[in-house]
């Protein structure tokens, strides 16, 4: 089959590779009809070289046809159309029974001592073979795979993988009063749906802040209020006071991460460590690590006393300093963590029909041939041709 896999920083490409195989009882094949390229890709792309081998297959946001089942699958049968969740998870072990699927215990990744294994996301989380390829291997066939309905298209569906139950993950965790407001740092892809989702659950103020131009004013078509990064800089907090009584917004969802701009010395030291053996680099990365914290600093700053702030960005830095003071002083709540995608799947469906109220069906800004993947990837890494959500289709 054909697969986009990684060869090293800033290097994918589209290779043959075998096609995978049913390994356990409860496995599905599925081919692959649609698979998105997430901003957390370009983390590999980028600056986890240290954590990966080259020919992985990347891709962990995919949907499409069981093409065959193992002899104990039962909830699905070959011809079924199917969404695959991001995070792999069993379904029955304590974890998941309490919601918290990207903690699943039958895979964490316990020699590193992550969470739940993903799909296409480095040795870091099980190094399983991703999702942007012809075909791919689930396990779990009869827990994990979200069947659709025929008919839709597949962007109605797809975003179930990471992008509808990451961003409605960070607005529950936000804990947004009725007719409050929250200020969204970042309108990539999760950002701006969970500019959405919090319009949708009836927040009277959601703002937004980016400095990417076509991103700005996506968000500003579907009613955000849009600060640029680039004219407000380090008064975002300011303006954001401004407009809420001098006070701050309810919640702040920091849906940036380690891509923040701002921290020249924390990317030098990312780039470095991707030109080490992995061995050296993996010890670099994983002990003396730091994220740029400018968004997590906005975020703090921006919230008012009492508040919520809720982080979705991805951070990958073992020492990153944590404006401690500011937090206990401010009394802030603080959630986080990987999307539970499972758990927040039946809240989401219901949407998800003609009525479109989360404006998925045009979510994408861009629909290319999984050959065209590398060039998607290039193009996404530097934020042109106004590109904010790729699908890709084998």
């Known amino acids: ?18 096609d995978p195989k049913i390994q356990d009882p409860t496995d599905i094949i599925v081919k692959i009809t649609s698979s998105g390229i997430c901003g957390s890709d370009l983390h590999l792309y980028e600056v986890l070289g240290p954590y990966l081998d080259p020919g992985d297959i990347l891709g962990h946001e995919p949907m499409g046809i069981v093409e065959e089942t193992g002899p104990e699958v039962t909830a699905l049968t070959t011809g079924d159309r199917v969404v695959v969740p991001f995070n792999i998870s ?7 029974d309490q919601g918290l699927q990207s903690q699943c215990e039958t895979t964490q990744v316990t020699e590193r001592g992550t969470g739940a294994s993903l799909f296409g996301f480095s040795k870091l989380y099980g190094q399983v073979p991703g ?6 291997r689930v396990p779990f066939g009869n827990t994990l795979p979200v069947k659709v309905p025929h008919g839709p298209p597949d962007d109605r569906f797809v975003y179930l993988s990471d992008v509808l139950p990451t961003a409605w993950q960070a607005v529950q ?18 950002g701006d749906m969970a500019t959405r989702i919090a319009l949708h659950q009836g927040a009277e103020l959601v703002i937004g802040v980016d400095m990417v131009p076509e991103r700005l004013a996506r968000a500003r078509a579907n009613g955000v209020h849009t600060l640029d990064l680039n004219e407000y800089g380090k008064d975002v907090g300011d303006e954001v006071r401004r407009l809420t009584q001098g006070r701050g917004t309810d919640a702040v969802i920091e849906a940036v ?7 020249p010395v924390t990317k030098a030291v990312q780039q470095f460590a991707t030109l080490l053996p ?16 400018v968004a997590f600093n906005l975020a703090v700053d921006a919230v008012r006393r009492g508040g919520t702030v809720s982080v979705i960005g991805v951070y990958g830095g073992a020492i990153d300093p944590v404006p401690m003071l500011t937090l206990f002083d401010k009394q802030i709540q603080l959630r986080m963590g990987q999307a539970n995608v499972k758990r927040w799947v039946d809240d989401i469906l219901p949407l998800l029909n003609d ?9 994408a800004t861009h629909r290319l041939p999984l050959e065209e993947g590398p060039q998607a990837y290039k193009t996404f890494q530097a934020k042109q041709d106004g590109m904010i959500k790729t699908l890709l289709t084998p």
Do not use: N
């Open 1 to 18: 089959m054909r697969a986009l896999t990684w060869h090293g920083k800033r290097d994918v490409r589209i290779d043959t590779v075998p």
């Open 90 to 96: 069993c379904g029955t072990c304590w974890m998941c």
């Open 131 to 136: 999702g942007q390829a012809e075909f791919l």
């Open 173 to 190: 965790y936000a804990d947004i009063p009725q007719g409050g407001s929250v200020t969204v740092l970042g309108l990539g892809p999760i």
């Open 257 to 263: 991460g380690m891509e923040a701009h701002g921290a």
């Open 278 to 293: 992995d061995a050296l680099g993996e010890k670099l990365m994983g002990r003396a690590g730091v994220d740029s914290m």
């Open 355 to 363: 009525a479109d109220t989360l404006g998925v069906d045009d979510f």
